[in-house]
């Protein structure tokens, strides 16, 4: 059974430009999360989906990034015109269900560096 | 807003010695996660604790939840140098499902 798999694992942006990363949840996973760290810091949550809902958007900045979580493909977190402040690692993570899972599996995240 | 506290944030230490990292949080949660996450790594998955008074051990590692204190430990006995990396716990407060991680505990153990 296949982990979580993020792609890309590095990604470099030019300021302006948009970024997309893709996130494939485990096998039989239902719910994705995003999350945002920072050099020297821990994860800090963004977004909470299910397949084509949005469940909780709490943590992503009101401007310039969205996500989906579709019927069919993996989960897109996307990033337009990205600023230098963007550079981070995204790191994706997938349950089972909802609060009753609790586990979530994390993927090996995207390093997205924006020059 | 909900802290999720750590302490030390670096922590060196010899090979053989004890230690313990702290974490307090700042909200009515009885699930608490430890995470190990090395250099460009994603998080490796130590310990889940659901109920006060969890105690669970794997190797050098032990992991302790009092959820009245909003407090857990993870306790290293007998450090050895493959232990050094960054250690993260995280919280899911009783309301919501999102993780609220900690500032991390980045550990180096010394020969």
Known sequence: ?????????????????????????????????????????????????????????????????????????????????????????????SSTSGRESYEQYFGPGTRLTVT | ELKVEQNPLFLSMQEGKNYTIYCNYSTTSDRLYWYRQDPGKSLESLFVLLSNGAVKQEGRLMASLDTKARLSTLHITAAVHDLSATYFCAVVPRTGNQFYFGTGTSLTVIP
């Open chain 1, 1 to 93: 059974n296949a982990g979580v798999m993020q792609n890309p694992r590095h990604l470099v942006r030019r300021r302006g430009q948009e970024a997309r990363l893709r996130c494939s949840p485990m096998k039989g996973h239902s719910h994705v999360y995003w999350y945002r760290q920072l050099p020297e810091e821990g994860l800090k949550f963004m977004v909470y989906l299910q397949k084509e809902n949005i469940i909780d958007e709490s943590g992503m900045p009101k401007e310039r990034f969205s996500a989906e979580f579709p019927k069919e493909g993996p989960s897109i977190l996307r990033i337009q015109q990205v600023v230098r402040g963007d550079s981070a690692a995204y790191f994706c993570a």
